[in-house]
């Protein structure tokens, strides 16, 4: 009866083997690669947006945007969901962040932001993707909204 269980045990520890080496392929080669790169973080001085300047107009009303390219790592993405709810996502694409394309633009309808180098989506709404290969969703950064000025810091909030 002890030959019995040894074996069984045996035979348990291979197989439990055999998968876990097939679920390291899994995630490394053929699956999502969920050990890609971490995102880059950066310090930077407090944006300060004065929204009822011409150069804001887009801000001023709900579902528009503005591309910054000061703050973050690449620039700042900023977007009105209403006059006291502003969002503000790094344009560092969140799948293989330090490959020199990964960038983040909005979308020519204006309705998500994509990375055209690998070609994932994000949602306005959290900065979540919505297309793959991303996994992991866009850095979101503080916002505060007094009167007409907007301010965004780099303390991330997601």
């Given at each position: 009866m002890a030959s019995w269980v040894v074996k069984v045990e045996?035979?348990?520890m291979r197989i439990l083997k055999n998968?876990?080496?097939l679920g390291l392929f899994l995630i490394s080669g053929c699956g999502r690669e969920l050990m890609d790169d971490f995102i880059p973080i950066t310090a930077f001085p407090d944006i300060v947006l004065n929204l009822s300047l011409p150069s804001q107009n887009s801000l001023q009303v709900d579902g528009g945007y503005l591309q910054l390219s000061s703050g973050g790592v690449r620039g700042i993405i900023v977007y009105r969901v209403s006059s006291s709810t502003?969002?503000?996502?790094?344009?560092t694409c969140s799948f293989r962040p330090n490959e020199a394309c990964a960038t983040v633009d909005v979308h020519s309808s204006?309705?998500?932001m994509i990375d055209t180098c690998c070609g994932s989506t994000f949602s306005f709404t959290d900065g979540s993707p919505t297309g793959s290969p991303a996994w992991r969703p866009l850095n979101?950064?503080?916002?505060?909204?007094s009167g007409v000025t907007?301010?965004?810091?780099?303390?991330?909030?997601n």
């Open positions: 045996r035979d348990f998968s876990i080496w502003y969002m503000a996502y790094e344009r204006g309705l998500f979101r950064y503080r916002t505060q909204v907007l301010t965004i810091t780099d303390e991330i909030i």
